[in-house]
């Protein structure tokens, strides 16, 4: 199964859920794809998601899996629409500009990096401005409006806003056209983000605390079960 979305477009939320909710592997990959060839219409958005890139048929197939969600940032080039015409997917899409500024909120916050020629302190306004100048609003604008355009049977569309309003009446048409099975019970959507930095900063510390503090390990790991670091793999 294939989630497909503009970047800040509550997708981690809505993947984590659905793999929650019906147990299956929910995942997103992207250092597998750095190697591949970016969209030769963007200036700017392939350097913020690895996975904004020209796919194959190959790993196209692989998106079928119906006992795995992906979720990626596949932008509507002809190739990749042609490409992924059969496949069954939900798009989820959010207005370019409302990105920007999750963007900006994402670098303030520490989530993400300060992209480059940016620094802390600018208006919304300055921070739309950069980005209709480097190219990144134009990008959004390709990838909204590209997607928008595949109005196919195999294909559903989801606005940010749409699920902003009525997140689980959200998630269960996704069900109906994945063809899983209703849920019918209340359950609390996911509220989650992903964030290669904050990945990075909570490995690297683990791994120091492991060195520093063997015996401590045992208390890092009892407060990632309770929720207050992420579960990622160890590295050694």
């Known amino acids: 199964m294939l989630l497909i979305a503009i970047p800040k477009s509550a997708s981690t939320s809505i993947m984590s859920t659905i793999g929650e909710l019906h147990t299956i592997e929910a995942i ?4 597998d794809y750095k190697h591949f060839p970016k969209p ?6 392939h350097n913020l998601h690895s996975d904004i890139r020209e796919f194959n048929k190959e ?4 998106w079928v899996d119906d006992k795995v969600l992906y979720k990626q940032h596949i932008f509507p080039s002809r190739n990749n629409v042609e490409l992924l015409r059969n ?3 939900v798009v989820l899409l959010r207005d370019p500009h409302e990105v920007i500024l999750a963007y900006q909120r994402g670098v303030e916050s520490g989530i993400h990096k300060m992209f480059k020629g940016f620094k802390y302190g600018l208006t919304s306004d300055n921070w739309l401005d950069k980005c209709k100048k480097n190219g990144l609003f134009d ?6 409006n590209g997607w928008k355009e595949v109005n196919d049977e195999n294909t559903l569309i989801v606005e940010f806003e749409e699920f902003k309003k009525s997140p689980a009446k959200i998630i269960r048409s996704i ?6 099975e209703l849920t019918k019970r209340e359950f609390e959507v996911h509220r989650k983000r992903y964030s290669k930095r904050k990945q990075s900063i909570y490995r690297k510390f683990r791994i120091w605390i492991k060195k520093k503090y063997t015996n401590t390990i045992y ?3 009892l407060l990632t079960d309770l929720g207050w670091f992420p579960k990622i ?3 050694n």
């Open 175 to 180: 069900e109906v056209f994945f063809d899983l």
């Open 139 to 144: 990008d959004l604008l390709l990838f909204y």
């Open 59 to 62: 790993i196209c197939q692989k």
């Open 40 to 45: 030769n219409e963007l200036k700017y958005l």
């Open 233 to 235: 793999k160890d590295e």
């Open 28 to 31: 997103q990959q992207t250092a």
């Open 87 to 89: 496949t069954r997917k």
């Open 219 to 221: 208390s890092i790991n």
